[in-house]
Structures are given as C-alpha cells and as structure tokens.
C-alpha cells in the first residue's frame, strides 16, 4: 500500500500490474532522454556565437527533427496498445464477483455460489493494527492464481471501483455493466478506494481485499 514518503507505484500483485509498470517505466526513460536532448540543444543554441544569419532552411536537420520524434512514438504506442488489449481480455474466468457501489459503501456477492454476499463499509472504530480509511468490516476474499471476473454497477451515482496494486480500475456507473478480469500472483492484503468523486462521503468507501490460497478460499466459502 501507499504510504507519505513514497514516490514510485506500489508493488504489483498481477501480471497487469507488472506491465502497467514496465510501460511506465519505458516511456519515463523516453521522456528523460527527449527532455536532456531538448535542453543540451537550447543551451547549445542560446551559447553559440557563431549564427548563420543566412540560413532559411535545412532538409536533412528537418527530415530529422520529423522521423525521430515519429519513432519514439511507436516505441509508446505498441506497449500501449498491447497493454490495452490485455486489459480487455477475459480467460475464461473461474470465479466471477459482482460489485455494486452504493452511497457510500460497497455490496459484494459470489454468484458462483450461493447466498455469499455482503456489505463491506469502512472500519468506524480504528485499532493499532487496522489502517485508518482504508480498513473494512467485511474484505473480499479470492484465491489468487486464479483467473476472476468483476462485474461491476451501481445503485445511485457513478463510483470507481479500484485497486492500484492489482492494476484496475473500473466506472461503476447506474444501468450498465462494466467487466473487469484479473488474476492475483500473491497473497496479502491489498487495498483501494472509490476514484469518482460521488458524493459527500466519497473519501469513506475504501475497498480491501485479501488474497488466500484456494484452499483456504474453499474453506472460507464453507464457511460462510
């Protein structure tokens, strides 16, 4: 999770989440050089003292200035895209959740199984080994190395239902669907909050889920 001090992106807990980061990190590294190559030429220019007061115009500098700048938009736009096609990808999903936002709390239900749903409202009561805003009376509890789908609506306004760890992040928006599939590499606690300003209490709805082994996801189910 987040915390003050930190600058970069969390940790990934899926393989989307791993390449979000290497694109980050590719296009960061793009940016870098442009920005160094851009200044080094201004103070170049700025410093020179020898000025061709005559020289209109140059083909080779302008074929340059053209094709370079086109190839590190390819070098973005191919990650880009196949990072986007992943995205909207779904394999065959083992467990499919349903998540409703609500003002200002989240409904979740198992439709795979029966009669596992719940409330999750954030933890009004904040103990030494709770995280304050971001705790939960009831978490979601998934198996992780395993391929799960999200369906995701609303009951009133449009909330954003979204975990940074895990990559995703989707509109929950009145009357329509929206579907997300991801799958967890690790186990821990991971959590997020609404990303749509919705309301008075938009800063209250926190989401937190735990991943498990399935073996103690099938227990949990038996027991629930």
Not at 162 to 181: C, E, F, H, W, Y
Request: net charge negative; proline share 4%.
């Amino acid at each position: 999770m987040n915390t003050w001090s930190m600058l970069s992106l969390q940790n990934s807990a899926s393989p989307m989440m791993e390449h979000l980061i290497f694109f980050h990190d590719n296009t960061l590294l793009m940016i870098t050089i442009i920005t160094i190559f851009v200044l080094y030429m201004m103070i170049s220019i700025m410093t020179n003292k020898y000025i061709n007061l005559t020289l209109l115009e140059n083909q080779n500098i302008e074929m340059i200035w053209t094709i370079i700048p086109a190839i590190f938009l390819v070098f973005i736009a191919l990650p880009s895209l196949q990072i986007l096609y992943m995205i909207d990808e779904s394999n065959s999903p083992s467990i499919t959740i349903k998540i409703m936002g609500h003002q200002w709390y989240w409904s979740y239900e198992y439709s795979d199984f029966n009669s596992v749903k719940f409330d999750s409202f954030m933890n009004k009561n904040n103990t030494i080994d709770s995280f304050r805003l971001l705790d939960v009376d009831n978490r979601i509890v998934l198996p992780m190395k395993t391929q799960i789908r999200s369906i995701i609506s609303s009951s009133d306004v449009i909330h954003a239902w979204t975990i940074p760890a895990l990559g995703i992040k989707s509109d929950a928006v009145p009357g329509r669907l929206n579907q997300m599939s991801f799958m967890i590499n690790r186990p821990g606690i991971f959590f997020g909050q609404c990303s749509e300003i919705c309301g008075m209490n938009h800063s209250f709805m926190p989401i937190s889920l735990e991943s498990i082994n399935m073996n103690f996801f099938i227990k949990w189910i038996n027991n629930f």
